[in-house]
T-cell receptor, first 111, second 114 residues
Framework: DMKVTQMPRYLIKRMGENVLLECGQD?????MYWYRQDPGLGLQLIYI???????SEGDIPKGYRVSRKKREHFSLILDSAKTNQTSVYFC??????????FGSGTRLTVL | AQKVTQTQTSISVMEKTTVTMDCVYE???????LFWYKQTASGEIVFLIR??????ENATVGHYSLNFQKPKSSIGLIITATQIEDSAVYFC???????????FGAGTRLKVIA
């Protein structure tokens, strides 16, 4: 069963705290993504990972970093979270040029 | 640079009718892929249908079909015999061949009324 799993589903943090969002996939997809979704803005690309330890900035990487040490796991890290990073974060994966599959999302609130 | 535009913010239709959602895109590439995704009320984003730019025939999956007009850089999503559960936000997306980046439109909210 092809699946992209995100943890946690909901997260509340205080400004200045560190945040770790985790994503896993069981499809052996090389490429993984982190997007954020804000009302009226659609999905904005934060980072792309082409494979283990091969990552590239997307359109809005500022304030974020990523880690991919295993092909099936891709983490998004917010060092010292800010209130404007309150959003819904989606992880996704794809195989070569094929369809993008999404996780269920993490709703992050930074107070 | 890639760009995807969905001009319809929201649409309401009666159940069992047909609806078309518009999407136009910009690309310098001659080869690319176009996708439609559905975001349900729970927030899940689900892949619906895809069109490869080199294919002349419009893709069809179930009660979803595409109206691909390459000269107009347009890829409309057609839903026939709409059902209440089709109520959702629909996103159009594009990916150029050789580019790993998927670019999304802002989405169209569809409401199907009984």
């Amino acid at each position: 069963d092809m699946k992209v799993t995100q943890m946690p589903r909901y997260l509340i943090k205080r400004m200045g705290e560190n945040v770790l969002l985790e994503c896993g996939q069981d499809m052996s997809h090389e490429t993984m993504y982190w997007y954020r979704q804000d009302p009226g803005l659609g999905l904005q690309l934060i980072y792309i990972s082409y494979d283990v330890d091969s990552n590239s900035e997307g359109d809005i990487p500022k304030g974020y970093r990523v880690s991919r040490k295993k092909r099936e796991h891709f983490s998004l890290i917010l060092d010292s979270a800010k209130t404007n990073q309150t959003s819904v974060y989606f992880c996704a994966s794809s195989l070569s040029s094929q369809t993008l599959y999404f996780g269920s999302g993490t709703r992050l609130t930074v107070l | 640079a890639q760009k995807v535009t969905q001009t319809q913010t929201s649409i309401s239709v009666m159940e069992k009718t047909t609806v078309t959602m518009d999407c136009v895109y910009e690309t310098q590439d001659s080869s690319y892929f176009l996708f439609w995704y559905k975001q349900t009320a729970s927030g899940e984003i689900v892949f619906l249908i895809r069109q490869d730019s080199y294919k002349k025939e419009n893709a069809t999956v179930g009660h979803y079909s595409l109206n691909f007009q390459k000269p107009k850089s347009s890829i409309g999503l057609i839903i026939t015999a709409t059902q209440i559960e089709d109520s959702a936000v629909y996103f159009c997306a594009m990916r150029e061949t050789g580019n790993y980046k998927y670019v999304f439109g802002a989405g169209t909210r569809l409401k199907v009324i009984a």
